[in-house]
Structure formats: C-alpha cells, structure tokens
C-alpha cells in the first residue's frame, strides 16, 4: 500500500521538525548559557520557522485565523520575539513558551480548533 503525503502536509512536518529541532537548541542553549551571539541567530530561526508554520496551519482556510490553536501560536511567536528585549528572563520565558507549545498542541481537538468567532 504505497502512502501519498501532499506538499502542504509534507511541509507542515518538514517545518514542524525544524521548530522543534531549533528550539530545542534555543532552549538548552540558553539554559547552559551559552553566548548571545550563538544564541541570537538560532533565536531568530526559531521565530522564522515558527512563523512559517504558523502560515502552513492557518493556509488555505483563513477561518483558522480565529482559533485557539492560533492564538497559542501567535503567544508564543510573541514570547520569542520579546526575549531580545528581556535578556535576564529569556529561560523562564523559553519554559512559557515550551509549556504553552506542549499543551496547544496536545489540548483536545474541540479546543484546538475552538473559534473565538463562536464567542458572539
């Protein structure tokens, strides 16, 4: 049985398993304190790939935009994005970001997928 992947899914885990590999590194990097000038470039990585993914969930039903699996993501690209700014707190937000990551991506399928649309 031969098993046909299309491209938009064989993106989402080719960029999947890069977010996932370099924020690994992000955060061991920083947990052993590792030098800002090796971190920093792995940390903008970190925010491009998760950006990336970010378009692949939400292409082509826009509609995902207004989901909760979406509003965890775009927390944690913000999260990713504040650590140049607060230095000090990079690990505690690096552990945010991890936990947020880890439950947004194992919250039940009607959670996930839940619109603040239906809020109304």
């Given amino acids: 049985m031969a ?12 960029v999947r398993t890069a977010h996932i590999g370099i924020t690994g590194v992000l955060l061991g990097g920083h947990f052993f304190g590792i030098a800002a000038s090796r971190l920093l470039p792995i ?5 491009l790939t998760g950006a990336a993914l970010a378009a692949i969930e939400i292409y082509p039903d826009w509609r995902g ?4 699996r979406t509003l965890v993501l775009g927390a944690k690209l913000l999260l990713l ?14 552990a945010v970001v991890l936990v947020l990551a880890s439950a947004g991506s ?5 959670l996930r997928h839940f619109s603040i649309r239906n809020l109304r």
């Avoid at 098993?3 to 080719?14: K, M, P, W």
């Fill in 65 to 68: 935009l207004f989901e909760l």
């Fill in 106 to 110: 194992h919250m039940p399928r009607r």
């Fill in 81 to 94: 994005c504040s650590i140049p700014f607060l230095w000090d707190h990079r690990v505690a937000i690096l």
């Fill in 3 to 14: 098993v046909v992947v299309s491209a938009l899914r064989g993106s989402n885990i080719a």
């Fill in 43 to 47: 940390l903008y990585v970190a925010i």
